[in-house]
């Protein structure tokens, strides 16, 4: 899915949720607060549901909000990991199902806002301490995958960004697939949670420079192209064979 896309599907959702906040009536939200995240500090969770969507679906806000707390639709990231519920036949199977599901999220949050922690040090020496924590919902470099958690890791010097991604699909499949994206213009690449940081942060950066590499070639060739043709166009052009 390109980043135009997730886009449009963000303001969509939003859309949904704006809507249901006015209307209320055939909905139910449930909040989740995370504390004492390494990089994130809180965040709060809101599980969404309402009978014409079809999912209940999932949010992340910065901070810890309390409950009955109103949080507007613009300070919400839209997280592709639903609950799903389909399987309860009564109320507290419902209930059992809803608590594994929001634990499990909650362990996809504090692992990767973890890792996160993690690899701001050697962020740091590569950028030579120049790097920010940017908590908020919206990031200047597109990410190759759904953001997990309203919070990256941003060297300006170097352009590079450092966010936690996950893959969509229900929290009744269990804990979601997560990955650490490291992304500079128009490349990008995501490394699994468990790899070294240091390992992956010099494979980038040597992905970078031959990505620069190739980029001046082409540059290169594409000047000479046009250098070509405006000798060309300072003489007869040959005529072009027929067939």
């Known amino acids: 899915m390109s980043e135009r896309e997730r886009i449009g599907d963000d303001d969509a959702a939003e859309e949904l949720l704006r809507r249901a906040l006015l ?16 990089v994130s500090e809180a965040v709060t969770v809101v599980f969404h549901g ?6 209940i679906q999932t949010y992340v806000a910065r901070g810890h909000r309390g409950a009955g707390e109103t949080i507007a639709a613009r300070e919400l990231l839209r997280v592709p990991c639903d609950l799903d519920l389909g ?16 634990a499990s999220l909650r362990e996809a949050l504090v692992g990767a806002d973890t890792v996160l922690g993690v ?27 759904h953001r997990l958690l309203p919070v990256a890791l941003v060297a300006p ?31 990008a690449r995501i490394y ?13 950066e040597e992905l970078v420079a031959e990505h620069a590499h190739e980029l001046a070639q082409q540059l ?7 250098e070509r043709f405006l000798e060309l166009s300072g003489d007869e052009p040959p005529s072009p064979p027929l067939h």
């Open 23 to 38: 209307d209320a009536s055939d909905a139910a939200a449930v909040s989740l607060a995370v504390d004492g995240l390494p």
């Open 50 to 55: 309402r009978r014409d969507l079809g999912t």
């Open 87 to 102: 399987d309860a036949s009564d109320r507290d199977e419902a209930a059992q199902l809803y608590a594994e599901q929001a």
């Open 119 to 145: 690899w701001r040090e050697p962020l740091e020496a590569l950028a030579e301490g120049d790097v920010a924590v940017v908590r908020s919902l919206q990031l200047r470099t597109p990410l190759p995958a």
């Open 157 to 187: 010097e170097r352009r590079l960004v450092v966010a936690p991604v996950c893959g969509a699909r229900t929290l009744a499949a269990g804990k979601p697939p997560l990955g650490i994206a490291c992304a500079q213009q128009d490349l």
């Open 192 to 204: 699994p949670l468990p790899d070294d940081p240091e390992r992956c942060l010099a494979e980038f």
């Open 220 to 226: 290169e060739r594409q000047e000479a192209s046009v």
